[in-house]
């Protein structure tokens, strides 16, 4: 399927670019303040400019979500990037559906934390928690 960048004014997607650095110049020199994604008749923001600078919509660009499949309660472990100070990083703890538990914490990555997933692969009450805790417009 045909991927194509552009600008989302008032809701309406507008295609500018085949890459993503070609829609952020073309935003930028135009005074506008988002990026978007076009895959097929769907558009999504992916890029917000604050400042002079471009903040991704994206959850995966600012975590890695580990989940030990169930072994523990506290399953899911989403490691917050560039947090890393002394080879410990800033956390959430959760529950699988970040209902039954939800905490803040730190750790060291590593195997014990299980396997690397996505956060399309997050159940839906946890995904949707997470976007209104980063404040991004995700899937």
């Known amino acids: 399927m045909i ?3 552009g600008t ?6 507008t295609d500018t670019s085949n890459t993503l650095k070609g829609a952020k110049r073309y935003a930028s020199i135009n005074g506008l303040q988002n990026v978007t994604k ?9 890029f917000n400019k604050v400042g002079n600078k471009w903040i991704s919509t994206n959850v995966d660009d600012k975590v890695t979500i580990y989940s030990n499949e169930g072994k523990t309660f506290d399953e899911i472990t ?3 990037k560039g947090t890393l100070k002394g080879g410990v990083y800033n956390c959430i703890g959760s529950s699988f559906d970040g209902i039954g538990f939800f905490m803040h914490s730190t750790c060291q990555k590593g195997k014990h934390l299980g396997k690397k997933i ?14 209104d805790y ?4 995700n899937y």
Do not use: A, M
Not at 38 to 46: A, D, K, L
């Open 38 to 46: 076009r895959t097929g008749y769907n558009s999504f923001v992916v």
């Open 78 to 80: 989403i490691v917050l």
């Open 134 to 137: 980063f404040d991004v417009d």
């Open 8 to 13: 989302s004014i008032n809701g309406v997607h």
């Open 118 to 131: 996505k956060f399309n692969e997050l159940d839906r009450h946890l995904r949707n928690i997470l976007t």
């Open 3 to 5: 991927q194509t960048y």
